[in-house]
C-alpha cells in the first residue's frame, strides 16, 4: 500500500513562496492498494491536481474508479470536488462515503455546493461521472484488498467528523483530522482506532503555546501523545495552519524530533507535504 499526499493545509488555500515546498492546498490524501484500488481521503483543493494525473490513466476512457472517504464537510475538506475532468467523464464511477450532518445530507451538501448559487454545474445530476453515496457505519467495508473500517470521532453539533483507518496485508493507515480530544471516551477510541498502525495521519495547525482563535482542532501535541500511546509507526502532521511557513514546519519538526529523541521515543515524526509518495 502507497500513500500520496496532494493537499495538507487547513482551513483555506494558501499559496505564496514561503508555501511551496510543503504546498498550499488544502486536504486531500490518495492511498493506492497493491492492486491498483485508488482511495482517495477528502476531497480539499488538493484534489484538483490529484484529479488532473488520474486523467492521464484510464480516467480520461472514463474507465475509472475512486472510493471516496469524507471525513466532514467543511469547505476544507470538500471543495476540490466538483473541478476535476474526471468527475465530468462519462463512465468514471465514484463511491462516496462520509457522514451526513444534522441539517441534511451528505448528497445533499455536495448537491448544494453545485447549486447554480456557486457553480455553473447546477448540482450533482448534471456531472459526467456515475456516483453514489455510501450510507456511513462502524461497519468494515473491502475496496478491492483494502479494508476501510471507519470511527465517529467529534461531537461538533451539526458537523460530525468521521475519522478512517485503510488496512491492507496487515499495515494500516489511520487518518484523524479536526478533531479536539475534549473528554477522555473520545481520547480512548482515537487511541484504540490507530492502535498499531503503520501511518497516523493527524491534524496539528497550533501548538499547545499558540493561543490562537480555533474552532475544535487538536494541537501537535495531541497527534505526538496519541500516536506514542498506540504505537504508530510514522505520524505525519496534517491539516497545517495557513500561516505556518516552510521554514518555521522545519523549525517545529526539528524542536519535536529532538523531543522524542531525548524521551527515546521510537516513533517517526513528519510534517505532511504536498506530492510526498509514501510506502507504508
Ligand atoms: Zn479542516
Redesign the pocket.
Known amino acids: 500500500m502507497k500513500l500520496q499526499f496532494w493537499g495538507v493545509r487547513?482551513?483555506v488555500p494558501t499559496p505564496g513562496a514561503e508555501y511551496l515546498r510543503y504546498g498550499g492546498n488544502t486536504?486531500c490524501t490518495l492511498v493506492c492498494g497493491a492492486n491498483g484500488e485508488l482511495v482517495v481521503l477528502d476531497t480539499g483543493t488538493g484534489f484538483c491536481q490529484l484529479g488532473d494525473t488520474l486523467m492521464q490513466r484510464e480516467f480520461r476512457q472514463g474507465r475509472g474508479e475512486l472510493t471516496l472517504l469524507i471525513t466532514h464537510t467543511?469547505w476544507?475538506?470538500i471543495l476540490g470536488l466538483p473541478f476535476p475532468g474526471l468527475v465530468h467523464t462519462p463512465g468514471n464511477r465514484l463511491q462516496i462515503h462520509g457522514p451526513d450532518s444534522t441539517l441534511g445530507s451528505l448528497e445533499m451538501t455536495y448537491d448544494g455546493m453545485l447549486s447554480p448559487v456557486y457553480s455553473p454545474v447546477y448540482g450533482l445530476a448534471h456531472i459526467g461521472a456515475t456516483h453514489s453515496f455510501q450510507p456511513i457505519s462502524t461497519e468494515p467495508f473491502t475496496v478491492g484488498g483494502l479494508t476501510v473500517r471507519a470511527l465517529p470521532l467529534s461531537r461538533r453539533k451539526h458537523s460530525p467528523i468521521w475519522a478512517y483507518r485503510v488496512e491492507e496485508n496487515g499495515r494500516a493507515v489511520v487518518y484523524i483530522?479536526?478533531v479536539r480530544y475534549t473528554d477522555d471516551q473520545i481520547w480512548k477510541q482515537a487511541l484504540g482506532f490507530a492502535s498499531g498502525a503503520s501511518v497516523l495521519i493527524h491534524s496539528a495547525p497550533y501548538t499547545r503555546s499558540e493561543h490562537v482563535q480555533d474552532y475544535g482542532h487538536s494541537r501537535v501535541e495531541d497527534a505526538l501523545d496519541l500516536a506514542v500511546e498506540a504505537n504508530v509507526g510514522r505520524l505525519f502532521l496534517y491539516?497545517h495552519a495557513p500561516t505556518r511557513t516552510d521554514d518555521q514546519l522545519d523549525a517545529l519538526v526539528a524542536r519535536y524530533r529532538a523531543s522524542l529523541a531525548s524521551d527515546r521515543r521510537p516513533l517517526e515524526l513528519h510534517a505532511a507535504c504536498e506530492g510526498d509518495l509514501i510506502t507504508v
Open positions: 487547513g482551513y486536504c467543511y476544507d475538506h483530522t479536526d491539516h
